[in-house]
């Protein structure tokens, strides 16, 4: 076929190491360009890869790169991509992905090697791309919607015309499973809907829908949904599934759909366990909850976000107070793990507020999840709280997609010197508390699924877990500890230098230790459970690396 000319190649890295490396975006465009006659491969690069540019370069001359850089990525793939033009090697070069769409204007202006940025739903644009090239035709936004295109004299086009899909989540392929075929954990990424109403001020969603013009939410039907699951636990023997979806369930009108999906995973006679996105308001219906759970819900993601009633008036997101514990009462009643996202500092976030937040997070016991307070918020192009930066001089109004996204100030000078102080101390041992971090959220997963998949055997090595959460405790005692007598010392008004030092070492040797002891811990649970033969319940635990075998 005159297709087979041209190799496509699908380029990303790996975006959260708590899933599956497998890019839904990717795999969809990939699936869709295959039904239609194209070559394209899958290309998962690694952040310490030595041999990313050979996986690219694998394969025929004529190529045509589809790469979606990520806010962490992007300073890893795009020198790559810029050199790979500059050599010749690669015919054209388009990003994709909310990270490119959000910043298309200062990435079209600054990388004159780019040929273009595809909005919203790639799968449709990518097709037309596709065979413009191949007729080595013009690419303009007249005769391809849905992104912007370089012009011949360097220039780019910033008319955007939104296209008019005939495709929609129902009438796609299901994604390419290239990635996860290499895979040896027993969990895959999947997609029951696109969109999402809310209006988070941090979050990526509303705006690419807005600039794209996709504001709908574009549901799959809930056999599709079903049948995927079905296809690939009988085919790729994968019994977690994650749910990329923004939110999974919004509302009452979500209530018929939800049902109709676990109908059908019970009358399949599935047994598979799945993870879902959440927001505190509203609460589920105790209905639906006992559907799913019973279908096989074995954790949400939970936005709490930040306790303080300023952050989320800036956040735009408002959250009940107990939101947290009322969503753990109804949960722990199935055995269900509740993964939190919050922000404990935002650019206008007083000491004190920090202070309330960390306080928060040991008293629900989620203060062991260090990137929740290590990991700066983004900030999204675009977004009022973008423009609310700019104004109040926290944010360069030129700032490009190099700077945008961390790029700001903090408004008051203490929260800056806290904020900044942690992260140098953390970065000096940025592996241990990553690892740290790692074994004690997977330990609370791996019970919730194991009391699910087999009590009795949970029973064998309750007491296990329960040494592992009092090794938990006291790491998080020492941790808020080591916080508040860090923000002492700043509020403090004389000569620190000794105090910070000395409380820097002695928190460091603690933090080892504990953090030595609870990896010590976690492995033994880890041998007892494959001893007792619960290995499929190991097999659901994502390994938090960033290569797949």
């Not at 996860?180 to 969990?187: T, V």
């Not at 709908?216 to 995927?228: G, H, N, Q, T």
């Not at 279908?295 to 976000?305: P, W």
């Not at 700043?490 to 030595?516: G, P, Q, R, Y």
Request: aromatic fraction near 12%; glycine fraction near 4%.
């Amino acid at each position: 076929m005159k297709n087979q000319k041209i190799k496509i190649k699908l380029v990303f890295y790996r975006t959260l190491f708590s899933q599956s490396a497998a890019s839904l975006t990717m795999g969809s465009m990939a699936a869709f360009l295959r039904q239609h006659g194209f070559n394209c491969d899958l290309c998962l690069l690694e952040r310490q890869g030595l041999h990313n540019a050979e996986k690219i370069l694998q394969g025929s001359e004529e190529k045509i790169i589809f790469a979606k850089p990520n806010f962490k990525d992007h300073i890893l793939l795009l020198p790559l991509l810029a050199e790979l033009k500059k050599q010749k090697k690669v015919n054209q070069i388009f990003l994709c992905g909310p990270y490119a769409c959000l910043n298309y204007i200062s990435m079209m202006n600054k990388l004159p090697w780019l040929d273009g940025i595809l909005f919203g739903d790639t799968e449709e644009t990518a097709l037309d791309l596709a065979k413009l090239v191949v007729a080595n035709k013009k690419i303009t936004f007249r005769n391809c919607p849905g992104g912007v295109w370089r012009k011949s004299n360097d220039k780019c086009y910033f008319n955007f015309v939104p296209r008019r899909r005939k495709f929609r989540l129902n009438s796609l392929p299901f994604p390419a499973r290239d990635i996860e075929i290499m895979e040896k954990g027993s969990y895959a990424n999947i997609e029951s809907s696109r969109g999402c109403n809310g209006e988070c001020s941090f979050c990526h969603v509303p705006m690419v829908s807005n600039i794209s013009g996709c504001t709908s939410i574009d549901y799959r039907s809930p056999k599709l949904v079903a049948d995927e699951m079905e296809m690939i636990y009988k085919t790729l023997k994968k019994k977690f599934f994650i749910f990329n979806d923004s939110c999974f369930w919004r509302n009452k009108f979500d209530n018929v759909r939800i049902l109709e999906f676990c109908n059908e995973i019970k009358r399949r006679k599935l047994p598979i366990k799945f993870y879902i996105y959440l927001r505190s308001h509203p609460e589920m219906p105790d209905e639906i909850l006992t559907a799913l759970r019973r279908a096989g819900l074995a954790r949400i993601f939970l936005g709490i976000e930040n306790v303080s009633t300023r952050s989320q008036e800036v956040l735009n997101k408002k959250i009940a107070i107990n939101a947290y514990e009322s969503a753990k009462k109804k949960f722990d009643k199935y055995d269900i793990n509740i993964h939190i996202g919050y922000i404990v500092a935002e650019p206008y976030s007083k000491l004190s507020a920090i202070v309330d937040n960390l306080k928060y997070l040991r008293t629900i016991g989620k203060l062991f999840r260090l990137g929740t307070i290590l990991e700066p918020i983004r900030v999204i192009p675009g977004s009022r709280f973008h423009k609310r930066l700019i104004e109040d001089g926290l944010l360069k109004s030129d700032a490009d997609f190099n700077d945008i996204t961390y790029g700001y100030k903090y408004k008051y000078r203490e929260s800056d010197r806290f904020m900044g102080g942690i992260k140098d101390i953390f970065d000096k041992i940025s592996d241990e508390a990553y690892e740290f971090e790692y074994f004690c959220t997977t330990a609370f997963l791996l019970k919730s699924l194991l009391c699910q998949i087999n009590k009795a055997k949970y029973v064998n090595i309750a007491k296990d877990f329960l040494t592992l959460k009092k090794m938990t405790e006291t790491a998080m005692d020492d941790l808020l500890d080591f916080f508040l007598n860090y923000i002492n010392l700043i509020s403090a008004k004389k000569d620190k230098t000794t105090a910070f030092n000395n409380l820097k070492e002695n928190f460091l040797l603690d933090f080892k230790k504990n953090h030595v002891a609870i990896k010590v811990k976690y492995s033994d649970i880890i041998n007892k459970i494959k001893l007792c033969h619960a290995e499929e319940v190991v097999n659901c635990i994502y390994t938090g690396l960033d290569r797949i075998s």
